[in-house]
DNA sequence: CGATTGATTGACAAAGGTCAATGTGGGTGG
DNA sequence: CCACCCACATTGACCTTTGTCAATCAATCG
C-alpha cells in the first residue's frame, strides 16, 4: 500500500502558527468559535511544543506547570505502581486537552507519553482561572472536554473490569478507529496504527503474550487487518457486537 | 413504563433546607463560599430529593434532567454490559456532584444508585451553562469536582487494569475509609460501612466468591475489623502498602 | 553481519471464576 | 414465641482464563 501521499497531507505545521491558521479549526470534529474567543484563546496560550515518539510529554513524577492541546500525533495517559505495572489510562490525539487534573488534585496524577511525534499547544496552568473569568464560554468548555475524558475512562474502567481479552481487544481497536476517524485521520477506510502490542496491553490491563495471542485470534477471524502500521476495520458490527461497544455519532467537540 | 419515575418525582422534598443551613458547608473538608456566591447556589438550586437505600437515583438508560450534589448518604455510579456485568465505577458520599458528563455526552453514560438513605440537592441541567456565566467561580468549581472524580476513576482503572485480588481489596478499604472521614463521618477509628460484598466486587472487577475470599484473608491478617456495618482499619500502613495506595491529605473542595 | 526491537508460539503455572452447598442473623406471619 | 424465609456471607471442589517463561522469528539499523 502507499499512503504516503495522503501521510504527507496530513502533516501538521511544526512549530509555533497562530491560533487563525490553524489546522484543526477547519475540522468538522471541532466547534467553530467567535474570532473573539479565539484571540481569547490565543492569547492564554504561551506556545507550541514538540515532543519525540517515545519521550515524556508529562513526567508521571512531576507535575507539569503547563497545560496542552494535542495539535498533532498520538500520546496516551497512563499511572504506574511502584512495581513497574503500568496502566494506559486513555490514548490522546489531536484537540485533546491534558493536565486539567494536575491543576486541582495535589498529589500525583498521571504521566503522558508520546506514540508518535507530538505538536502541542501549550498553556500556563495559572492562566486558567483567568481564562474562566474573562470568557465564562471558554471555562464551559473545559469543562466539556473534562466531562467527555472522565466518560471515556469510565468506559475503560468497565473494560477493564468486566471484559474478557476478545471483547477487550475488539472493544479498543473499534475505539481507535473510531477517534481517528472522527478528526479526519482515516483514508479510504484505513487508519495509521501507531501502537504496538505493549502498548494495547498496558490499556487494556492484560499480559502482552495474551494481548498477542488474541490479537492473532481476531485477526485470523478476519475481523481487522493491521498492516504496516495501518489499521482497517473488516467486519464493524461483528467488532462491536462482540465488544458490547456502540458508539453514538460523536457531537462536535470544543477545541482550547 | 416506569412508575418509579414518576412516583419520584411527586415526592415532597424531603428535608428540604435553604442552603444558609447546609449542614455540610461547616465542614472543614469544603471550600467556605461567599454569602452572594450561596445566594446564587441556592437559586441554581431547585430541590431537594430523597431516595431510598438500593433504588435509582438516576437509571443507566435514561439520562437525568437534574444534576445532583450528594447532600447525606452513599451511593455509587456504574455501568453495565448487555449481559448484566456491572462495574461500579467509584462511590459517591456527601459533597459530590453528579451527572455532569450527562450534561455534555450524548449517549449513555452511567447509572447512579443509592447504597444507604440519601438526599440530595437538585440542580436544572439548563441552568448549568447560566450559571458559568453569571459566576465563573463557581463553574471553575465545577471543573475542579469534574477533575477530582476523573482521577478517582484514573485510580480504579490502575486498580482493575493492574493490581490483583488482595491488592484491589486493600485499596478500596483505604479509599472509603479515608473518604468518609474526610468528611467527618469516622467516629472513633469506625467508619459506617454499608456495602455488601458484592458491591465491593462489582467495584473492583471481582467475582463475588473470590472477593469474600479476599477479604476473610485480610481480615484473618488482621489488617481490618468489620462489625455490625462498621469499618475500623487495624493497620492503615500494611494496608497501604499491600495496595501500593497512598492519598495525600486532600485539600477542601468545593461544594455546590 | 551482529544487534536490537517487536511479534509469535508452545508449555506450563497461577489467579481467579463458577457451581453448589451450608451457615447465619434478622424479619415476619401465624 | 416459634417456624420459616430471605438476603447475605462463607466454603470447598473444580474449571477456565490469563499470566509467565523461554524460545524463535522477522524486520530494521548501524
Partial sequence: MNF?????????PTGAHPCERCLLRGNPAFLAVT????????????GTRTVEAGRAVIEEDHPSPQLYTVYSGWAFRYKSLSDGRRQILGF????????????FADGHTHGVEAVTDVTLCSF?????????????KLGYHITWLAAREEKMVDD???????????ERVAMLLMHLYRRAERVGMAREGWVAFPFNQQHIADALGLSLVHTNKTLRRLQRLGLYRLEGGWL??????????LGDYF?????????I
Avoid: K, Y
Fill in 35 to 46: 474570532a473573539e474567543d479565539l484571540r481569547l484563546i490565543e492569547s492564554f496560550r504561551t
Fill in 124 to 136: 500556563a496552568r495559572d492562566r486558567l482561572w483567568p481564562l474562566f473569568h474573562a470568557q465564562p
Fill in 247 to 255: 458508539e453514538r455519532p460523536l457531537q462536535p467537540a470544543p477545541l
Fill in 232 to 241: 482497517r476495520i473488516l467486519e464493524p458490527h461483528a467488532l462491536q457486537t
Fill in 92 to 103: 490522546l490525539l489531536p484537540g485533546d486537552f491534558i493536565g486539567l487534573q494536575d491543576e
Fill in 4 to 12: 504516503e501521499i495522503h501521510f504527507q497531507a496530513m502533516q501538521p
Fill in 156 to 166: 475503560n474502567l468497565v473494560t477493564a473490569g468486566r471484559r474478557n481479552a476478545a
